[in-house]
């Protein structure tokens, strides 16, 4: 059975990100993955070290949110409408950023964590999202609600918690790539 056309775009989306880590850190050596561009700015390592700890975070979040949906038997095949203010939060999270935000510090990625060990576990993170979006499959996306990674009291539709979850990705990536193409970026 083919997927509902949002998590058609979803999985291309999640597998875009997959391409585009892979090509962001071809040829890095570790010294190039834990550079900083400034002292207080992330490297790739922290940047797709980040990614892994929110991914995981609230990977459980929307299983549980998936289960939640099976079991109150919210199904749907779509279109699915997203709010106002989910359509607002998903332009916050996409890049460039239109503004810097501090990371809470659950969030907070490892002081100098090993490139050569996060990507394969962020790039596995991928694969276990697309592997998700089968399971939510058949699943009303903007009824089915998840909380939000961000914000404890806000929840969103399943489809906008795959879509954040994508498009803060990409904005961390922005930020790989903003990190990879300074001028005294170590090429190592």
């Known amino acids: 059975m083919a ?30 993955f834990n550079w900083r561009p400034e002292p207080d700015r992330w ?22 949110g998936i289960a939640s949906a099976r079991a109150k038997g919210l199904t749907g095949r779509g279109p699915f409408r997203v ?7 998903l332009r916050m999270v996409e890049p460039p950023p239109p503004f810097r935000v501090k990371a809470p510090l ?22 276990e999202f697309r592997a998700q979006l089968r399971e939510a499959d058949g699943l009303d996306l903007a009824r089915a609600r998840v909380p939000s990674p961000a914000y404890k009291k ?29 001028r005294s970026f170590p090429e190592i």
């Open 3 to 32: 997927l509902c056309r949002e998590l058609e775009d979803l999985d291309r989306q999640f597998e875009a990100i997959t391409a585009d880590t892979t090509d962001l850190t071809h040829g890095l050596a570790e010294g190039a």
């Open 43 to 64: 490297s790739i390592a922290e940047c797709l070290s980040h990614l892994d700890v929110v991914g995981r975070r609230y990977m459980r979040k929307i299983d549980a």
């Open 83 to 89: 709010g106002l203010l989910e359509r607002w939060y």
């Open 106 to 127: 659950v969030y907070v990625p490892a002081a100098d964590p090993s490139g050569t060990a996060v990507l394969p576990s962020f790039l596995a993170l991928q694969d």
């Open 154 to 182: 806000m929840t969103v539709g399943l489809g906008t918690a795959f879509a954040a979850m994508a498009a803060h990705e990409r904005r961390h990536l922005w930020q790989a790539r903003q990190v990879r193409g300074s």
